[in-house]
């Protein structure tokens, strides 16, 4: 069985700083790449920022310059590092897993969610 366990959530003022983490355990082989995605009331779940194993990142236009993506593959880890928060970045964040697993897994996996409130 596949656990992402994320941390690192709270609520925090407009400006403010926050980090994550989301850390891949359990039965796969290894990690093609590990990222977060954000839902808010009332909208669909959007991509914040993904990282290959490579190293390749990709961010949401509404986060580039703010947050920063970041992983230590030794650790199966993932790291949000998320800078000047504004009350639209408040949302439940899921951490997201694809990974290389046993014949007849599934090979994508979702957090359960942490909760990020920023407060104007």
């Known amino acids: 069985q596949v656990q992402l366990v994320e941390s690192g959530g709270g609520l925090v003022q407009a400006g403010g700083s926050l980090s994550l983490s989301c850390a891949a355990s359990g039965s796969f082989f290894s990690i093609n790449a590990m990222g977060w995605y954000r839902q808010a009331p009332g909208k669909r779940r959007e991509l914040v920022a993904r990282v290959t194993v490579g190293g390749i990142t990709n961010y949401a236009d509404s986060v580039k310059g703010r947050f920063t993506i970041s992983r230590d593959n030794a650790k199966n880890t993932v790291y949000l590092q998320m800078n000047s928060l504004k009350p639209e970045d408040t949302a439940v964040y899921y951490c997201?897993?694809?990974?290389?697993?046993?014949?007849?897994?599934?090979?994508?996996?979702w957090g359960q969610g942490t909760q990020v409130t920023v407060s104007s």
């Open positions: 997201n897993a694809d990974l290389h697993v046993p014949p007849g897994l599934p090979d994508y996996y």
